[in-house]
Structures are given as C-alpha cells and as structure tokens.
C-alpha cells in the first residue's frame, strides 16, 4: 500500500498520517475522539450510522470519519458547528425510535448510544409520532435480541461477513422497516458468535443467560485468563458480590485481539452448578462423609503415605493440563518428594513411544499473530475450530490474505475459506501423512529422510496429497502444525516423525497445538514421568499415563480430573483407580465415577476461583488472580497442594501465594528453555499399518474439553453442544 | 410531426412495428456503429465526440456523459463494464420506458458504441421490474435481433471488436435507480447504495471499472457520432445541449413524453401538450421529477426548459419529468404523497434518511389530519435540513427538497389547514380568491 506521508491540520492541530488512512484512525490515534456506531477497527467500513460526520474545508457536506481517506493539506474540525450540528442531527434520529428502556435494557450502563446521547442528545425529544416496534428473534441460547433497540449499525452483519464466514445474520427489508435477522429461523451457531454481543452497540443483541442478573455498575471487573484451550485467550470477568456473572474479551492484539470464543463466554455458568463438590469429603465402609479439612487432610496424608511405603513406586499422579503452573509445579515437587516419578499430565495422550524426541515445551511454532504472516500452513490431524477457535480465526485470516492452508484430515471440517485437504482415515492416517510427504519429495526431486524413507516409498501418491504439498512448496514461511486429533492418534510418533520430515524437507517449522490452557506449563513444570523441572531428563523414568493405568498403582492422585471424561483410556483408568487402596481426587466437582474410585475428594475451586500462571501455545507467561469468591468450602488447588505438602512433611512447602509458587520454579527454570520443537529423534518407521481408534476419544467436541464446560448449560443447548449429546451418552448425572 | 429533428423517438413515426430493426435501419440506424466497426473512429475519437456534443445525463443529475466516459481506465487490461440504468422510477417518469417500447435499437446502438469507446466488452441493462410486461420483452427481441444481424458479440462484423449485452430485470425497488445502488442489486445483493469513493469508474460491478448512464443518455449517443456533436450542440441551447424528452404529467390537456429541444420556453411546452386542463390556471410545477424543489407558477412561466436557467429559478432540470399542478391542487396533499414514497423507498442503511423520511411522512400526515401545529412546519424544514447532505446517497436529498421548497413557496397552505382543522385552502369557502 502506499506508505506515503501526508500533513493535515485537525482540530487546529497539525498531524500527519499515512496518505490513505481514514480520518477516522488518525483522530483516534491523537486522542480526538469523534463519535461513531457502525465503525469498528475489525469490521470493514460501513458509514451508515452517519455520527462520525465532520467539517472538513472545503467539502459540500459533512463528511464521515470512517469513510474519508485524508489527503495532503486537508484540514479537519470535528467540533465546529457543522460537524456538531450533523452528529446531533444523527443523534436525533437514533433516538425517535429507540425505545427509552435504559432502565429495564442489561446494556444500560455500558451503553455505546447512552453515553453519546447524553453528549450529543436533547432532553426532550421533539419525535412525538407513534414508535416503531420490531418483532425479536430466537438467535438460540446465547444471544438474546431486543430488535427495538436496534440502531442498524450492521456491525453484527458484517462480523458474520467477514469474521466467521458465514453470514448468520442479515439485513432484511428496508427503509425504517429495516430488521436484522437471520434470515429463515435459525441460531446464531459459529463458535465466536457470542462476540456480537460486544458489537452490538446498543441493547438488540445482549448476553442470554446472563440476562437481569446484575447491573453493569454493580459489578467488579477482574481481569482472567481462559483455561479452555492453549491461545489463553485475554478475558475480563464480571464479578458481583464474589460471583462470576459473565465473561467478556479483554482486548490482546497478541492474542484473541478483541474476540473470545463462545466457551470463554459461557463457560462461567457451569461453575455455579448443583454438583460442585462444597465440602472434603471421605469415604468409609463404602459411605461418603462430610468433613472437616483437617480430617480430610489427615486422611489424604495418610492414604498417601500408604501408597508410597515402599519407595513411592505405588503412587501415581495424574494432573489436568487445564491445573495452573503452581499447582503443576507442586504437583512436580511432591512427587519428587515422596519419590515417585509416576506423574503426568497427558491425560488424552495414547502413544508414549518416541516421548524422549517430545521438545522440552512443544509449542505452536509460531506466535499466534505470526500466523497471519506465513504463507503456508499444513494442518495435521486437526478439528482446529473446535480445538481452538481463536487460532482458527487467526488461520482463516491468514488464508484470506493468501496464504494456503492445507488440512490432513480424517473429515473434511467446514473451514469458511479455501483449502486443500487430504482425507486421512482415523485408521489410516499415517499411511495418507506419508503420502504428502512423498508429493513433497517428488516435487522437491529430494529424497526422503532416511528413517522415514521406506514409508514413504510404500505410500500412494494421489492429486490430493500433491495439492496438500504445495500448501509448503516454494515458500519462505510455513508451519506443519501437529492438532489434537494427531496428537492422541494411537500412532502419534509415527505421525510426528512424518510431520518433522516433512517439515525439515520443505524448510518449514514443526509446530504443536497444545492440548489445554496449560499443558506447555505442565511440561516446563515438570509435570511429566521421563523429565524434570524444564525438561531435564529424569533419573528413572517413571510411567506415562499408560503405564499408570496398565500396571495399576496402590495409590493415585488426581488433580482435576474427571476420570471417565477427561482421559483417552477412561475404561483402563476406571479399572486401575478401582483397584487401588487409596484415591485422593481434588476436584470441583463430584461425578459418579469420582464417587465410585475415590477415597478422599478435595474441594478446589475452578479457574475462577484460583490465581495462577498459564503458559500458552507461543510460551506468554499470564498470570491472573482470583476472579471469584470460591464456592462453599473449596480452596485454590494450591493452597490445598501446599497445606498437604506440610501434612506430607515435606521439605519447602511453605508458599505464601501462588505467584510465589511461580516465581519458586522461575527460579528453578534459569534462564528459561527457549522454544525449539526440531526433531532430534531417531524412530524410524516403515509399515504403515491400519490401527483400531476410537473417534470420539480423539475428536473431543468443542463443548466438552473439561469439566466446566460440559455443566455450563447454555454451551450445551447450542448446536454444537447438542450434537455432542447425539453423538455420545449424556453427561454423568451429578451426585445427589 | 414535429419541426426538429428527433434523436431517440426516430422511429416513433412509423405505424408499423416502430420497435423494428427494419425501421431502425432505414432512420440511419446502426450506421455509426458501423462506422466504429470500420475502424473510423477510435475510443478516444468517440468519447472526444460525446464530450464535445454538450451531452449531458438524462438520469437526473446532468452530469456530463462525455467526462464520464472519460474517466474509465479504457485502456487498462482488465475486465470493465457499462450499464445502463433503465430502473426508471422518479415519480412522474417515463421517456426511458418509450424508449425501450420504440427504439430499443438506438439504446443497443448507444450501449455498443458506449462500452467499446470506454473498452468494456460486457455492458448489461438494468431494467425496472414493473417493465417485465412490455419494454423488457420489446427490448430483449431487439437484442436478438442485433445479434441475429450481427451487430453484438464477439469479433462483430470481422472488426475484431467485442460487446455483449444482457439484460437484468430489477425487482421494483427506486434506490436501485441510484447507481451504486444499482450496482449491488446486479451482483445479486439488496440494493442499498454504496459510499463513495470509491466512484464506480474505479471499482464498481464486481469491483471492475464500471459506467453506468441512463438510457436516454446512452440512445442519444448514435446521433451524435452519426450527426456529428455541433449539430447536437446547435439543437439546444448553450449548456444544455440535444434534445430531451419532457414527461408532461398532470393538469394538462394532452399528458404525454414529447422530444424537444432543450431550452424550449415552459410556455411552448405548455402549449404543445395542450395547454391547461380545462383552462384552469397554473399553481405549480415540479421540472424535474418529484426530487426536484417545486417552482410556483410565477417562477416558471417564463423560464426556459434547459438545465441552466431552471437551476437559476430555483430548481433542477432533473429527469425532465414535468409534473403540471393547477389551481384545485392541495400542496399539503400533494407533499405528503411524495413524502410518503421517500418513506417508502428508503433503503434503510443510512440514520437520517431511514428514520428522517417517516417522520417527515407521519408529521404531514397528522397536519393533515388536522392536529398539526405551526410549530410542526419549522420541525418539517428542521429535519428535511438534518437529512439533507448527511446521506450516503442522493435519496435523503431528495426526500429534503419537495419539503424544504414545498414550505418554503406555499407556507400559507399549511398553515391554512393547521388552524383549519385539517381543511384544505382548496376546498376553502372563497377558495377561487385564495
């Protein structure tokens, strides 16, 4: 674009500009604030709700900021009486038929066109004609529509336009018979489409469950972090009286820029739930007991120290990937105490074979803006708009400004844009992987690695897998990303081994999607059997997750998990934890298969009630404190870690908060492992055999990730998370 | 038949099939396309010709079709179109129409001749949905028979010249009059009028340069390749050159579409359709089209027909629809109707004008109802000032101007009917002395 620099004079002041800039931008980089609700930075122009109208010299009419580009010499007053006098006009007209609910209206308060009526309004309207009303629509369970109030900013028109990609939403009719909807009778489905609610500059589209709850003053804002998935994405929590209410964006431009994902939105109502475990809790004679933290401390203590009686092999550890980096580390710590190296956090993880080649953090190998910057993308094994819909978003950004994107892929997701794709059956995915590896080779007239060549020599070569391979062919900046559904497939080190030659072969980074919000911080943590603190190599590799559940321990800690949902081996895992003399599970929630294994539960409060430290998919370090109040008797995971780790005596287990957990292992880190995910392995594969798998523990819906969002009902009663239940056997009914 | 000589009505003489190709041909038809064909004239010749004739927009705006023509990229490689714009619907239109039903041949003849000076290959007409019985059928048979008789297509007559032409029926709706309007309702999306710039010469249809004239613009071009441009320019008037066709409607004894020269004296074209109806007298006349400010009689009498010397009485020459009002006409009645269609016909996208047009429509529906107040005819002007040029297209203007020009000439009216409950000067007592 053109980079030229042009002068103008705004205001009197003399500013210069990128010749081409709108106006608006460049008041709004001088801190002059023109009024505007149909602009937005992230939605193409519209000029339709004519506010941001100004004076400028020597032009007939007024004209509107967001839509006049600045040239050399123009001079610009956005507060002379004409400019006024056109925004107050706009004003007028915003309003004959806007109702005056302020009153009863949830935007009241945080309201774009209520704060600039009071600057630009009368006190008394001169309208005293009838009102219109307009007839609300059912956008589904998320956003709740009160179309009287709509001022026809179209903002929530264009986001589907050109942010999802699919135009959910649609202007129908015209002049003051205008409406948006959606067209035939149909929800507002996409992933991000929460985020209209933010757009939404006046009441028409606000959040549903949240409806009538709270006012918006009345409530504290704290900032969080999401713990669905690994962008982490920038959240602010609305917190009244010590609850969380709702959740909106916090603008990040690294990170979620100003969009969040529906499950970061609504995820907050599964945590006040009838089935939040209140109190600790032990079971006796097959009964379970209310209890004091103290006796339950005791009796964790004691289960514990049973299991590790001799040389602490008969212990095993599991932890969330969801946990934070305090609670990881002190989860690392204890097991080290107590001499067991049976710890780990990989909980939907099958193939352990070649986890010495695993990188100390595997990471995206990318930052996530960086995404927009390269050029090719191959995704491998990955449902990426469910397994992190902000990353999807920034992909599809990436492939709107010409980058080609690729996917291998068991189904062909919806993408909204153009890709290639290779179908890799669930069974067979290895073997169609090999089959892009070998276009690349061939087109490349390059051999292929020696350890992956005989592969690749068997693999079929068809016009998909050469389409797949052009994706990387012939660029300077491309990614091979490793998604979820490649990284539980029961021949992951096959398929790893596959992407980093093809990686290495093209000269494009190996990058991983990371399993949760935290799990590059478990790895860095040490929350792992063959690694220690910041990936150095443990003396005696204890077992992996696998292991843990095939050779069944005495004893188990579980940290945040529910066993029957949140691991790949559930029935092996419920089988082990059965035959154990002792469970410990901290948890925020009962379930039946909790109830059924354990021996003692914890009450720890979820991500809302805890501070902590996530590390996402680029290695950004966020901390965050505690939202919210925590619910009954549960206390932060870390506290509770820290007072048992006293309990356990062991050594340095005096913490004061959680930023002092995290500090404790940033100093143990040194100076920290920098992000490198090249392969230095050495498994070599040849067959290419088919393998058993079972979809759904590898295809996770987009709803069910953890355990807050599978109770937060409005996620649920979506499309996406009715398609779940149809697909699967309801959630476990919560404990009475 | 008239004295002049008629540029789009040529063929409106002949008694059998007026439409023909026939008939075209033996008025001079085809014969400067011809001459284009045989390569006398080169883009830039035809488009320095248009210029100098003095052509000027029938559509409404006068804009020159020349310069127009001339700021189109013609030489760029890539894909650019013309369109012509036969969504005719300015209330008290019609020329466009009679076109289309007469001598659909000197549109295609001006359309080809148009789109390959500018280097578009492609042109389309947009045309007006309620035409779907008449003029569409008239004109999608002439265009077959222009590709029959090879005047379109590909390598037309072994010149190595492309046009093809096809037709778009519109569904009926007036913003789609407006270009851009127009623009998006050919790409198949609702027809709501796009900001400018960027102008349609840079990224219009599709995002490619593109034109759009009116379709008397584009059938007055032949003529004047044919003609030469002096002979245009020495049928008018200076700054209003050509012929135009005057859509006479209201109390006159012969309403009608008549081609005459610009600058004709209103008196004349008074007297050519008929005089007044009845003998009545004169109390108004819109020149242009409902948009256009109304002249009271005593502004128009003696003002000549031509884009200059209306505009200096106060109004706009506009699409040449001239809307004739005598003495029984109620002036409040009458700027509600046409507010009422403003209202109607917003396309809803911008403030001012989705909200500003009903509430122009509702006061004057109340004032006629007779609970208006006096202070409501200041609010009127207030708000048809507060649409006026804060609109992204010309339709806000349009729904400002009849009120602004309405209260501005005839104020006595609705005030005669505020304090009379609703009654209309007209239907008044002594209503032959008001």
Redesign the interface.
């Known amino acids: 674009m053109d980079e030229k620099t042009v002068s103008i004079e705004v205001d009197g002041k003399p500013v210069e500009a990128r010749a081409g800039q709108m106006l608006i931008d460049v008041t709004d980089r001088i801190g002059i604030y023109v009024p505007r609700f149909c602009y937005h930075g992230k939605l193409s ?7 941001c ?1 100004v004076d400028v010299e020597r032009a ?3 004209l ?1 900021a967001c ?1 006049t ?1 600045v040239t050399d010499g123009m001079k610009v007053s956005t507060r002379s009486a004409r400019a006024i ?2 925004q107050k ?2 004003m ?3 309003l ?2 806007h109702p005056l609910d302020c009153p009863i209206c949830d935007q009241g308060g945080e309201c774009e066109l209520q704060d600039l009526a009071l600057g630009f309004g009368r006190g008394v309207s ?2 005293t ?2 009102k219109r009303v307009v007839a609300d629509k059912n956008l589904g369970p998320l956003v709740s529509t009160d179309m009287t109030r709509c ?2 900013c ?1 903002r929530c028109v264009r986001f589907g336009q050109e942010i999802t990609g699919i135009q959910e939403l649609g ?1 129908v ?6 409406e948006i909807g959606t067209y035939i009778e149909q929800s507002v489905d996409h992933e991000l489409s929460g985020n209209i609610i933010d757009l939404c500059p006046v009441g028409a589209l606000n959040n549903k469950p949240y409806r009538f709850s709270a006012r918006a003053w009345e409530m504290a804002v704290r900032p969080m972090i999401s713990p669905h998935d690994c962008a982490g994405s920038n959240l602010y929590g609305h917190v009244l009286r010590g609850t969380l209410k709702r959740v909106v964006p916090r603008e990040n431009e690294a990170i979620n820029e100003t969009w969040i994902a529906d499950r970061d939105r609504y995820s907050c109502h599964g945590i006040y739930t009838e089935d939040r475990l209140n109190v600790p809790m032990i079971k006796r004679d097959r009964e379970w007991l209310e209890v004091t933290w103290q006796e339950a401390l005791a009796s964790a203590a004691e289960a514990i120290a049973g299991a590790v009686a001799d040389e602490g092999d008969g212990l095993g550890i599991l932890a969330s990937p969801g946990s934070t980096l305090a609670e990881l580390y002190l989860l690392q710590r204890m097991a080290a105490g107590l001499g067991t190296a049976h710890l780990d956090h990989r909980l939907r993880r099958t193939d352990f074979r070649d986890q010495q080649a695993d990188p100390v953090w595997p990471w995206l190998g990318s930052s996530i803006a960086g995404l927009e910057q390269l050029e090719g993308i191959l995704l491998v094994g990955s449902n990426l708009r469910t397994e992190v819909p902000i990353l999807a978003h920034r992909v599809r950004k990436a492939a709107l400004a010409g980058a080609d994107v690729g996917f291998v892929n068991p189904c062909d997701y919806e993408y909204l844009f153009d890709s290639a794709f290779v179908e890799a059956p669930f069974a067979d995915f290895t073997r169609s992987l090999a089959g892009v590896l070998a276009a690349a080779a061939e087109d490349l007239d390059k051999p292929a690695p020696e350890h992956v060549a005989e592969a690749v020599s068997g693999a079929v070569v068809e016009a998909e897998h050469r389409a797949a391979a052009r994706v990387l062919l012939g660029k300077e900046r491309t990614l091979v990303l490793l998604g979820h559904i490649a990284q539980r497939h029961p021949r992951f080190a096959d398929i790893r081994v596959l992407a980093a030659a093809l990686a290495e072969l093209v000269g494009g980074q190996l990058g991983y999607l990371p399993e949760s919000a935290n799990s590059v911080g478990a790895a860095l943590a040490g929350c792992l059997p063959h690694r220690g603190i910041g990936g150095t190599a443990a003396q005696a590799a204890g077992y992996d997750v696998h292991g843990m559940l095939s050779s069944p321990r005495r004893g188990y800690i579980l940290f945040g998990i529910e066993p029957d949902r949140d691991m790949a081996e559930s029935e092996l895992a419920e089988a082990a934890l059965m035959s154990a003399d002792a469970v410990v599970g901290f948890t925020a929630y009962v379930n039946d298969a909790l109830l059924e294994c354990a021996d003692v539960l914890l009450p720890i409060g979820t991500f809302a009630e805890t501070a902590g430290t996530y590390v996402n998919a680029e290695g950004a370090w966020q901390s965050f404190d505690a939202a919210a109040d925590p619910v009954g008797d549960a206390r932060p995971g870390w506290r509770v870690l820290r007072v048992l780790g006293n309990a356990l005596g062991l050594a340095d287990f005096d913490y004061r908060s959680a930023a002092d957990v995290r500090d404790a292992l940033r100093r143990e880190l040194g100076e920290a492992p920098p992000p490198d995910n090249s392969y230095r392995g050495s498994l070599s594969i040849a067959a290419l055999e088919p393998v058993d798998v079972d979809p759904a523990v590898l295809d996770v819906p987009i709803y069910a990730v953890d355990a807050v969002v599978r109770r937060s009902e409005p996620l649920q009663e979506t499309v996406l998370g009715r398609a779940r239940d149809e697909s699967e056997e309801p959630l476990a009914a919560s404990a009475s | 038949m008239p004295e002049h000589d008629l540029v789009c009505f040529a063929t409106r003489g002949f008694d059998s099939e007026p439409w023909s190709l026939d008939n075209y041909l033996s008025v001079g038809g085809y014969r400067a396309w011809q001459r284009v064909l045989d390569g006398e004239l080169d883009r830039a010749a035809i488009i320095e010709q248009v210029k100098a004739s003095g052509l000027r927009g029938r559509g409404g705006a006068g804009f020159p079709t020349g310069l127009k023509h001339s700021f189109m990229p013609r030489e760029a490689p890539m894909q650019k179109y013309l369109v012509c714009n036969s969504d005719e619907s300015e209330p008290g239109t019609c020329h466009d129409r009679e076109i289309l039903r007469l001598n659909p041949h000197s549109l295609i003849e001006g359309m080809a001749i148009s789109a390959y000076a500018m280097g578009a290959t492609v042109a389309y007409n947009y045309i007006r949905g309620e035409f779907i019985d008449e003029p569409v059928p008239r004109f999608e048979a002439a265009l077959q028979e222009a590709y029959d008789a090879g005047w379109l297509g590909k390598d037309i007559r072994g010149s190595g010249i492309d046009v093809d032409i096809h037709t778009f029926v519109g569904a009926g ?1 007036y ?1 789609c009059g407006e270009e851009t309007g127009l623009l998006e309702s050919l790409e198949g999306k ?1 027809g ?1 009028p796009r ?1 400018k ?1 960027p102008f349609p010469a840079q990224h219009g249809l599709y995002g490619a340069p593109t034109t759009i004239n009116n379709t008397q613009s584009l059938a007055s071009i032949p003529t004047i390749i044919l003609k030469g441009p002096q002979w245009f320019v020495d049928v008018g008037v200076e700054g209003s050159s050509g012929t135009a066709i005057f859509s006479i409607s209201g109390h006159v004894e012969r309403p009608g579409n008549y081609e005459l020269p610009l600058g004709i004296p209103f008196r004349k074209l008074l007297e050519i359709a008929g005089g007044m109806l009845g003998g009545r007298e004169l109390k108004a006349v819109i020149p242009g089209g409902s948009s256009v400010p109304v002249m009271p009689a005593g502004n128009i009498i003696d003002a000549t027909m031509d884009f200059d010397a209306i505009k200096a009485a106060g109004s706009s020459l506009g699409t040449g629809a001239v809307v004739v009002m005598d003495e029984t006409t109620c002036m409040v009645g009458m700027l509600r109707r046409i507010s009422r269609f403003y ?10 004008c ?6 122009l429509y ?2 004057l529906t ?1 004032v006629m109802e007779g609970t208006g107040t006096h202070a409501d005819l200041d ?1 009127l002007v207030d708000v048809a000032n ?1 649409i006026e ?4 297209c010309a339709l806000g203007d349009a729904a400002a101007w009849p009120v602004q020009s309405f209260l501005k000439h005839f104020r006595h009216e609705f005030e005669y009917m505020i304090d009379h409950g609703g009654r209309s000067i007209v239907a008044a007592p002594d209503a032959a002395a008001a």
């Open positions: 122009v519209a000029a339709n709700c004519r506010m109208l007939p009419k007024p509107p839509a580009p006098s056109a006009a706009t007028e007209f915003l004959i038929n001169r309208y004609e009838k001022i026809h179209t202007a009719g015209r002049s003051e018979h205008m | 709706a913003i609702p709501k900001f710039p209202y109607a016909e917003s396309c809803g996208q911008c403030t001012p989705r909200e500003g047009t009903g509430w509702r006061v109340r609010m507060k040029g804060h609109t992204i």
